[in-house]
C-alpha cells in the first residue's frame, strides 16, 4: 500500500510506535521508510495511559536501548534528509 501511496504522488508518513519489546527494531523499521521513500518518519514514545501505564515497567526501553536507538537514528537521518 505504501508503494502504491507514493506511486500516485502522495507524501507519506511513517509513525513507529516505540516501546521495550520493539525499540531493537528501530534499524529495520528506518530501513523500510528509505526504502519505501517515506517523506516523514516519526519514532514515537508509548503514550503511557491506561493499559500502558499499568504496564509502564514492562514498556518503558532501558537506558541502554534508548542510546542504541539513538544512534541509528543519527546515523540514518542524515540519509532521509539527503533522499
Known amino acids: 500500500m505504501a508503494r502504491l501511496i507514493r506511486e500516485a504522488g502522495i507524501p507519506s508518513v511513517h ?4 516501546h521495550r519489546h520493539n525499540i531493537h527494531q528501530v534499524e529495520s523499521m ?3 521508510a528509505l526504502e519505501l521513500g517515506t517523506e516523514t518518519v516519526e ?5 503511557y495511559h491506561g493499559w500502558a501505564l ?7 526501553p ?3 536501548q534508548l542510546l542504541a536507538a539513538s544512534k541509528l537514528y543519527r546515523r540514518f537521518g542524515s540519509a532521509m534528509v539527503s533522499k
Open 62 to 64: 532501558t537506558q541502554e
Open 54 to 60: 499499568r504496564n509502564l515497567h514492562g514498556l518503558l
Open 43 to 47: 519514532l514515537a514514545n508509548c503514550q
Open 30 to 32: 528506518l530501513e523500510m
Open 15 to 18: 509513525n513507529f510506535v516505540l
